[in-house]
């Protein structure tokens, strides 16, 4: 995905250990085709009470399917579903505007509408490039899907018409 200024996008900017691969696994719900992701993202956004509940293993899947309830998986068991989660899940409700886009910076569809309408562009992306360069991105404990937001900004920057501010 490009950015307006022409750059490539990398949904994956923050440095990142791959966990262990949960395979070709399907979501035993919908089957959709799960991402690895590590215990330390479950163990973050897992709400408290439902922490025991983590297997041991180092296998867990993530569920993108934006119709279904499950967030975590295992290869033929469900884990965990969104009311499961202390976060709502960005690709779980794509329509909701206080829905994190990025977890670490608080970039949501509605911050981003209200800068675009007030200044006529968006600096997300900018500020979230500069902040991963400072060493001060940790996905893999924020954000439900384990991995860099970037990817969901952009969804969130070019997959929507915001409209443009009239002057008077």
Same mark, same amino acid.
């Given at each position: 995905m490009?950015? #307006?200024?022409?750059?490539? @996008?990398?949904?994956?900017?923050?440095? !990142?250990?791959?966990?262990? &691969?949960c395979?070709?696994?399907k979501?035993?719900?919908?089957?959709?085709?799960?991402?690895?992701?590590?215990?330390i993202?479950?163990?973050? =956004? @897992?709400?408290?009470?439902?922490?025991?509940?983590?297997?041991?293993?180092?296998? !867990?899947? %993530?569920?993108?399917? #934006?119709?279904?309830?499950?967030v975590?998986?295992?290869?033929?068991?469900?884990? %965990?579903k969104?009311?499961?989660?202390?976060?709502? /899940? *960005? /690709?779980?409700?794509?329509?909701?505007?206080?829905?994190?886009?990025?977890?670490c910076?608080?970039? #949501? =569809?509605? $911050?981003?509408?209200?800068? @675009?309408? &007030?200044?006529? $562009?968006? #600096?997300?992306?900018?500020? @979230?490039?500069?902040?991963?360069?400072?060493?001060?991105?940790?996905?893999? /404990?924020?954000?439900?899907?384990?991995?860099c937001?970037?990817?969901?900004?952009?969804k969130v920057? %070019?997959?929507?018409? !915001?409209?443009?501010? *009239?002057k008077?």
């Open positions: 490009e950015s #307006t200024d022409g750059e490539l @996008i990398n949904e994956s900017c923050c440095e !990142f250990h791959p966990p262990t &691969a395979g070709p696994a979501c035993p719900s919908c089957g959709e085709l799960g991402k690895p992701v590590q215990r993202t479950l163990r973050s =956004l @897992i709400k408290p009470e439902q922490r025991p509940r983590i297997p041991p293993g180092k296998e !867990f899947c %993530f569920c993108r399917s #934006t119709q279904c309830e499950v975590y998986f295992r290869p033929n068991e469900v884990l %965990f969104k009311t499961d989660l202390s976060v709502p /899940v *960005t /690709v779980k409700e794509p329509n909701n505007p206080n829905v994190p886009a990025c977890y910076f608080d970039w #949501t =569809l509605t $911050k981003i509408r209200d800068e @675009i309408l &007030a200044t006529g $562009k968006s #600096t997300a992306i900018d500020q @979230i490039k500069n902040q991963v360069k400072k060493g001060n991105c940790y996905c893999e /404990v924020t954000n439900p899907q384990g991995s937001c970037l990817g969901n900004v952009a920057l %070019f997959g929507h018409n !915001f409209g443009t501010r *009239t008077k």
